[in-house]
């Protein structure tokens, strides 16, 4: 019984560190995203013939729904679906808003990938970080925690020049591509690895009694 016990144990440790390494990679294709419209300003600008007020009004079209949909989605929705469709449905959003920038040169189609892009990417590291929860104990959340925000500087420092060598080689619109692709990569690998871990409130044994004691959101706001 005891050594059934400790390959349970060692097999859902074994998952939770697989779960945080691709949470960690969720992180960091988050800001490859990010980056790679800066790195492409000079000769998307070139080949579309924009101007500085037109670069200007799609990188910002990007906030437009950024700090909206975080809050919508960390109110309304986190704790009320699974986590592991949550994810995977964010993760879908950022590469359909990608791949429609390398076949399209209309401005109109620029703005609306980067305001869907926002709305999608304002939830993700929130919902990240509620995903590693589900699977380490309260005292034990302060490294994984860190893990999965370590994959922004990852992100920043690894996007640089990886995305940099894409657009210089093999144009601005395949740096957007292979972010799309690279997207898809990572969806498929969720697919089979997420999941609600054993701390989450789905498998809990005071799962009932959690519900009961949650906040309404006008205290939440009120505090």
């Known amino acids: 019984m005891t050594t059934s016990t400790e390959a349970r144990s060692g097999l859902m440790g074994g998952r939770a560190i697989a779960v945080l ?15 790679v419209f800066g790195l492409s300003a000079v000769p998307m600008m070139k080949e579309l013939g924009l101007s500085p007020k037109e670069f200007g009004l799609i990188g910002s079209s990007f906030f437009l729904l950024f700090s909206l949909s975080g809050m919508a989605v960390g109110m309304f929705v986190v704790g009320r679906f699974p986590v592991k469709w949550l994810l995977l449905i964010m993760a879908g959003v950022w590469s359909a808003t990608q791949l429609p920038i390398f076949f399209s040169s209309s401005i109109a189609v620029l703005v609306l990938c ?9 939830p993700g590291l929130p919902t ?7 699977w380490f104990p309260a005292d034990r959340r302060s490294v994984p925690s860190a893990v999965v925000l370590q994959g922004i500087s990852v992100g920043l420092l690894a996007g640089g020049p990886i995305l940099t060598y894409v657009i210089v ?3 601005w619109r395949t740096g957007f591509l292979f972010c799309g692709l690279l997207g898809l990569v ?3 690998g969720w697919f089979f ?4 871990g054993p701390y989450s409130a789905a498998h809990g044994p005071e799962a009932t009694a959690a519900k009961d004691k949650a906040l309404p959101v006008r205290v939440l706001w009120g505090d």
């Open 21 to 35: 390494i691709m949470l960690f990679l969720f992180q960091t294709l988050n800001f490859f995203d990010k980056l």
């Open 114 to 122: 980067r305001i869907i892009l926002g709305a999608g990417e304002g």
């Open 128 to 134: 990240a970080l509620h995903a590693c929860y589900n």
């Open 169 to 171: 080689n093999y144009g």
């Open 186 to 188: 990572w969806m498929a």
């Open 193 to 196: 690895i997420g999941g609600e």
